[in-house]
């Protein structure tokens, strides 16, 4: 890779050679090339002591790192360590090599692949004022939280902090007579997506295998739902947009049109009350599955149904005999359906199988 720019999102590039001349020691969004690591906390521009805690993450996880800072008028390591088995790090600067004050930089490092730098002010004892603070309630208010708490709040990292409040009477409950003020600037909410390891291969609108995304933010506590679309790089339409939801054990799974297709198909045949076995090569010719000598959709399903299961073994719930046989371990008084919506299902094989399940 030669001469090319991020425009909107941080690109990661593990198996590609960087030939010079892109941005991937820029700030983001920017080319990644290889293992990388990212500092979350200090942000650029913030003001920190010489020995401020550092936070951040690495895109493989229980990887090395180290940091470098200016210390003793010299670029040196002043923090190392091993991110944890989701990417995340959190360390603090050496004693050894405290920061020189003033303007300072701090880049991480992954053996000799620099992640962004950030560029921070260091002062031998950061004041009140560079922190957040909360004031005494304004005229018509008490605090009724038993002690005083005081949180310690990393620069650059948002968080929650919980205190009760007794309104005098005849305030309005919709305007709490608080007043939380901060006088640095609001921290810049951080959000990066990333696929880890592999590539995402997609075979009739399923996934041919598992992939696994890293989600890094600094505002986790304040999501309540996020939805993760993944967009075909040619098209550059979503795909897997389309899916069905079933409920386990009061758990809503959502399956692609393929997996329902062969989940579906199971039910079928448990509906029968013959033990629920069909013949992987009748799944072929039912046109359920597409190759019968693959075998990953099978383990695709275990996977999807087997975090909502009792015991959390997806091998014992869709079960193999070994005589190249597949079932649902299940009784069939177990599972109900509502077969008048599957028969409006936009896929006509799906539509099929709907029509054979017995009416309730």
Do not use: C
């Not at 033990?275 to 996977?303: M, P």
């Not at 149904?305 to 193999?320: A, P």
Request: net charge neutral; no cysteine; hydrophobic share 35%.
């Amino acid at each position: 890779m030669q001469d090319s720019n991020a425009s909107s999102n941080d690109i990661i590039a593990d198996n590609s050679i960087n030939s010079g001349n892109n941005d991937d020691t820029e700030v983001s969004p920017r080319w990644v090339f290889g293992k990388s690591v990212y500092i979350t906390s200090p942000q650029a521009g913030y003001t920190v002591g010489r020995e401020p805690t550092i936070v951040g993450y690495t895109t493989n996880t229980s990887t090395a790192f180290t940091i470098q800072g200016t210390s003793g008028a010299a670029t040196v390591v002043v923090a190392s360590g091993t991110s944890d088995s989701s990417g995340n790090f959190r360390v603090v600067v050496n004693s050894a090599t405290p920061l020189d004050t003033g303007a300072n930089t701090l880049r991480p490092y992954v053996g000799t692949n620099a992640g962004p730098a950030v560029n921070i002010t260091v002062v031998t004892s950061p004041t009140s004022s560079q922190m957040p603070t909360v004031d005494s309630p304004a005229e018509g208010g008490t605090i009724t939280t038993d002690k005083v708490v005081i949180a310690d709040i990393t620069p650059g990292i948002l968080a929650k902090v919980n205190f009760g409040v007794k309104l005098s009477e005849g305030v309005d409950a919709q305007k709490i007579p608080f007043k939380i003020t901060q006088d640095r600037g609001t921290p810049k909410p951080y959000l990066n997506v990333s696929l880890f390891k592999d590539e995402i291969i997609i075979k009739d609108g399923e996934l041919e295998k598992n992939a696994e995304f890293r989600i890094f933010t600094n505002y986790h506590l304040f999501i309540k739902k996020w939805k993760l679309e993944v967009f075909d790089k040619d098209t550059k339409r979503v795909v897997m947009e389309r899916s069905n939801e079933i409920e386990v054990n009061d758990h809503k799974i959502r399956l692609g049109d393929s997996m329902f297709k062969l989940f579906l198909r199971f039910v079928l045949e448990l509906k029968k009350n013959k033990g629920g076995w069909i013949n992987r090569h009748s799944l072929g010719s039912d046109s359920i599955i597409t190759d019968v000598d693959k075998f990953q959709i099978y383990s695709n399903l275990r996977t999807a149904l087997q975090g909502s299961l009792l015991d959390k073994d997806g091998q014992k719930f869709i079960e193999n005999n070994g005589s190249k046989q597949y079932r649902i371990s299940l009784h069939p008084d177990f599972i109900t359906y509502h077969r008048e919506m599957l028969i409006k299902h936009p896929d006509s094989i799906i539509q099929e199988l709907a029509k054979k399940l017995p009416k309730k």
